[in-house]
Nanobody, 124 residues
Framework: QVQLVESGGGSIEAGGSLRLSCKAS????????LAWFRQTPGKEREGVAA????????YYADSVKGRFTISRDIRKARLYLQMNSLKPEDGGMYFC?????????????????WGQGTQVTVSS
């Protein structure tokens, strides 16, 4: 059974950094995609970054390339999102998600498993 639990959110000033963590129980290294999504009120859930566990291949939304880094620690069963040079528009509820297989890595509707989310607030 896959269970995802996020942590690490908080309030921070623009230009600062945060690292989100997701405890990903039940996710094996064989053909899972793990991702971070974010959502603000009234908007659709947006794919931020994803990683394909068998190869470590990563995918990023254009809006976060060069600022965010997704990584995973297989031994600890954790997924991370290092967020640097944060902007006010990066704020929102951040969700950890998992699905079997590759492809459509930043499309929310393809993901089967979701965490409860962790809030990130970036003040200007």
């Amino acid at each position: 059974q896959v269970q995802l639990v996020e942590s690490g959110g908080g309030s921070i000033e623009a230009g600062g950094s945060l690292r989100l963590s997701c405890k990903a129980s039940g996710v094996t290294s064989s053909s899972f995609s793990l991702a971070w999504f974010r959502q603000t009120p009234g908007k659709e859930r947006e794919g931020v970054a994803a990683i394909y566990t068998p190869t470590g291949g990563t995918y990023y939304a254009d809006s976060v390339k060069g600022r965010f880094t997704i990584s995973r620690d297989i031994r600890k069963a954790r997924l991370y999102l290092q967020m640097n040079s944060l902007k006010p528009e990066d704020g929102g509820m951040y969700f950890c998600a998992a699905k079997r297989g590759r492809g459509n890595t930043l499309v929310a509707t393809w993901y089967t498993y979701w965490g409860q989310g962790t809030q990130v607030t970036v003040s200007s």
